[in-house]
C-alpha cells in the first residue's frame, strides 16, 4: 500500500513539475518568440558573470528574476474591493487548469521489479469529460476576479470573458465527440494506446488522420479558451487596460498570467494525447521498434519508456510553439467576429464532423 | 469510501449547503453553490460513478452556475441593499424560522426511529459511461427525446419573448 501511495506521489509530482516547468518555460519562448517575429532582440538584460560567458543569459532573466520580482512585488488590494474573492480569483482561475493534468498519460506501462505502474496520474474512464470539465471551471477565475475588484474595466473583462469561455467549451466539447466516436472509449490512456496502431502498416493511426476537422476545431476553441490573440478580448488592453485582472499586482497578477500559460500547455498536451498520438513513437512498441517492411530494432523497457515520454513532451512543446506563433501573427477580434466564429462557424463545423463521422463509422461495420 | 472520508465531505457539503442560504452576499452565495455541487460530484466519484460526477461538473459546476452568476453581478445586488430587504420582513422570518424548526425536528425524529441498514455495493458499471447511456438511450429513449423536444421548445420561446421586447 506504501508503494502504492509513493508512486502515486511520485507519479503526481513528474506531472506537476512537467507542466509548471513548461509554463515557465513558455514565459521565454514567448518574450524571445516574440522578438525573432517582430524582428527584435527580446529579453537579453541578463549578462551575468560580466561578459565572461561567450554567451547572453537572457533565459535567466525571464526564468529567475522574473518571477522572483513578481511574486515579491507589493500586493495592492483596492479600497472598494471584496477581498475574500479578490483573494480566491487567482487560485480559482489557476487551480482546475493545473488538476486537468492529472488524467493526461505522459508514457506506457513502466515495468519496475515486476510492478506494472501507469504513466498516468489518475485513471480515470472518463478521462475526456474530465479534461473537458476541469478547464471549464477557470471560468470562475475570470469572473470572480472581474467583480470582486469593483472596477468597471476588470467586470466588463470578466463578462466578456466569461461568454467568450462558455461559447467556446461547447465547440470544443463538440469537437472532440468525433474523436471519441473513432476510439470508442473516454480513457484516454486507451486513445493513447489505441493510436499506436498503423493504417496499412506504414502510416501511424493518429487522431489527426481520422479527425483532422475535430483537431481544427479543437485547437481554435483550444486557444479562444485561453483568452490570448486572436482572442484577448477580456483583457483587450487597448479598450478594457488588463480586462479582468486590470486591479491585480504581484504575484496575484503573476498568478493570472500563469494560468493563462499553463492553459496553452493543457490545450496542447490534450492535443497532444488526442490527435498526435500521445506519448507514441512511430513504430515503437513495448520492446522496440518494429519497422514496416519487417525490420526491428530490440529495446531495453526503460529506453522505451523514456523515448515515450521524451516524444510526448516534444509534441506538447511543438504545439506549444505554434500556439505562441498564432499569438503574435494574427491580429484581435471583434467581439461579434468572436461570438460569430464560435457560434456560426465551429458549432455547426463541429455538429457536421459528428454526423459525417458517426455515418462512416456505422458504413465501416 | 471510508467513514472519515465521508463525514470529512458530508460535513464541508452541508457547510456550503448552508452558507448558500443564510450568506447575506448573493454572488457568494452562489460561488457556495458552486462548491457544494463540485463537493457532490466528489462524493459520486467515490462511488465510482465518474460520468455521473464529470455531468455534475461539466453541466452544473461549469455552465449553469456560471450563467446564474452572471445575471447576479449584472443586477448587482449590493450586502446593504439585501440586508434592508431581509429587515422589512420580521413577521416571514418567525414564519420561517418555526416551518424549518418543524421540519428539523420531524428529520430528526425520522433519523432516530428509522433503522438504516448498510448499503448494498453499487451494481458493477453503475454510473458509468455505458450504463448511463444504456439508461439514456435504450432505457427510456422514448421520454428522452420528448425532454430533448421540451428543451428546443423552451429555447423558440425564449428567443421569440426576447424578440417581441426588442421591437
Redesign the interface.
Known sequence: MWADAAIAAVKSLVMLLLALNLTVLLLWVERKGSALIQDRIGANRANIFGGILPFNLGIVNTLIADPIKMFTKEDVIPAGA?K??HFFGPFLAVFPVLVTFAAVPFGDVLVIGGREINLQVAE???GI??V???P??S??GV??GG?ATNSRWS?LG??RG??QM?SY?IAM?LGLIGAILVFGT?DLQAIARAQGATIWGVIPAWGIIYQPLGFLIFLVAGIAETKRVPFDLPEGESELTSGYFTEYSGSKQATYMMSDFAEIVVVSALATTLFFGAWQVPYLARDGFHFPGGFALALPQVVVVVMQVASFVLKVLILCCFQILVRWSLPRYRYDQLMDLGWKTLLPLALANVLITAIVIVLAG | MGPVTFFLLATALVVSALTVVVHP?P??SA?AL?ATL?LLAVEFVFLGA??IA??Q??VY???IM??F??VI??LNLSDEEAEARRRGRALFRIGAWIGGGVLAAELAALFLRVPFPAPAAPPAGYG??ESVATALFVDYALPFELTSILLLIAVIGTVVLAQRRAS
Open positions: 471584496d475574500l474573492l480515470l474512464n472518463v469529460l474530465y473537458l470539465a476541469m471549464g471551471l471560468v470562475y469572473v470572480l467583480w467586470l470578466a463578462i466569461s461568454a462558455i467549451e466539447g473516454l | 452576499n454572488v457568494k460561488m458552486v463540485f465518474h460520468m464529470a455531468l461538473v461539466i459546476a461549469g455552465a456560471v450563467l452568476l452572471f453581478m449584472l458509468g459511461a
